[in-house]
């Protein structure tokens, strides 16, 4: 057997000391080592990780000397998180095992992994600054008084750019492609519901384009409303064909009718920007308030 395939399996009680000295109870867990890490299960039929010690971050492993009345053959271990493990083991030979796998992929152990952490410090001693609306008013002389006024312009900008792109890049070119008509003759179709009310349905269809070139393609056809199962059910029956279409740019993407694919990327394309609208709306209902004296003070102010 390799190195590569050694792996030891054993249900031991263990105790975790935290890096803050805080001591666990022991606990008896189902335990898989290899030559990379330990790891923790409840049981050998668990399916979770419990929790996880990579032997390379282990710089201590030795034979604990400090008696137990309740456990014997203890392997004690240091982690570079300065966390200390206890493992009891049922016997001896099967403690040694363990510890030579601990030693031989152990990282390099240094004085300041065995050092103690340092105490925390005391919560009245040190009580943490309250932010309030004061800090918060002198705090924004940081971009002096026109702070308001930059923030509103980036805003703005984003706003537009982000628009934009949607826009451009994922309404135009559906809206805009050249179609050309064919027969779909229908394989198989069933509904997938994706989120309020919204469909797709997944049909698979094979069609002839205009040069003469038979493709068989997946579509997938959005679809709106309750009545969206009924609706392929009656009219996109298996067997049949039925007239669709299929952009002349990319002759794999077929579909019965464009609109509903249209309007979904509308409801994405505004329902974004129209989120992100609001607040912009409200700004400018803000300084629409506010006295004609407050804005060129505003403008004014470097």
């Known amino acids: 057997m390799t190195e590569m ?7 031991l009680f263990s105790q975790l000391t935290n890096d803050e000295g805080h001591q666990h109870p022991w606990e008896k867990k189902y335990l898989v080592m290899d030559h990379h890490s330990l790891t923790f299960r409840e049981s050998k039929e668990d399916t979770i990780r419990r ?3 990579y032997l390379s971050d282990v ?25 200390t493990y206890l493992f009891s083991f049922e016997s001896e030979s099967q403690m040694r095992t363990w510890e030579t796998v601990f030693n031989r992929h152990k990282g390099v152990m240094t004085q300041r992994d065995l050092e103690p952490p340092p105490p925390p410090p005391s919560q009245r001693a040190h009580k943490k600054e309250r932010y309030t609306i004061s800090k918060f008013i002198e705090n924004r002389r940081i971009f002096g008084g026109m702070w308001m006024v930059y923030l509103f312009i980036v805003y703005t900008i984003v706003l537009v750019v982000l628009f934009s792109v949607l826009w451009t890049q994922y309404v135009l070119p559906l809206r805009d492609i050249t179609q050309e008509s ?58 049949t064909e039925v007239k669709c279409y299929y952009d002349a ?25 129209g989120g992100l609208f609001a607040p912009w709306i409200i700004c400018v209902l803000v300084i629409g308030t506010m006295s004609r004296k407050k804005i060129k003070e505003m403008l004014m102010c470097c």
């Open 5 to 11: 395939e050694e792996t030891y399996e054993a249900v």
């Open 51 to 53: 929790g996880v010690i």
């Open 59 to 83: 710089v201590y492993c030795e034979v604990s000397e400090v008696p137990n009345p309740d456990h014997e053959n203890i392997l004690e271990i240091k982690t570079r998180s300065r966390s």
């Open 182 to 239: 064919s027969t779909c003759y229908i394989h198989s179709a069933q509904a997938e519901y994706r989120w309020k009310k919204n469909y797709f349905l997944n049909i698979r269809v094979t069609y002839t384009t205009q040069e003469g070139e038979v493709l068989d393609n997946w579509m997938q056809q959005a679809c709106a409303g309750k009545q969206c199962p009924s609706f392929m059910e009656e009219n996109y029956i298996p067997g």
């Open 249 to 273: 740019d990319d002759k794999n993407f077929v579909f019965f009718n464009l609109k509903p694919f249209v309007n979904w990327r509308y409801s994405i394309c505004f329902g974004i920007s």
